[in-house]
């Protein structure tokens, strides 16, 4: 019997791949998801050409959705374009998703790439508003059922109820 994969944060599971080199973790759930091995781990920002560390980025004007849509774009504080960075990454995550016919995702909170609840508003001051990152929200569209790393009892239960 095959398990259902779950696609997470490279972040969650100790890589520091952030934009700062930090990491989170470790977390129960996911140490005992990756001795399973269920776990597919990406960071969209890495995997679509970004360095770590790597200069903040937020969608002034807009959420993932918009960015999916061509109508906002991911910036740095100094107006660098990291649009295409995160496009390609939230694509390598749709990948990795139909590949493996992964379900539940569990991504990191807030982030502008994995955030499923909330991301920064694009002015650079730490206030954060509804909506999803990049990855996140591409995820969605495709039926994924994205989690955060709040949200663990959540995402194991949404595994379990796939039945495997
Ligand atoms: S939040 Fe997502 S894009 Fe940011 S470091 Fe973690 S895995 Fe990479």
Known sequence: ???????????????????????????????????????????????????????AAEIPGGQGVEVLAG??????????????AFLSGAQQALALVQRFDIRVAVLKANSPSCGNLLTYDGTFSGVKVGGEGVTAALLKRHGVQVFNELELPAAAQALAALGR
């Open 71 to 84: 109508d906002a774009r991911v910036l740095t504080a100094a107006g660098e374009d990291f649009t295409a």
């Open 1 to 55: 019997m095959t398990l259902h994969k779950v696609l997470v944060s490279r972040c969650l599971l100790g890589h520091r791949v952030r934009y700062d080199a930090g990491a989170s973790g470790p977390f129960d759930q996911l140490e005992q998801w990756l001795a399973q091995g269920r776990v597919v781990a990406l960071c969209p920002e890495v995997a679509g050409g970004l360095p770590t560390p790597r200069p």
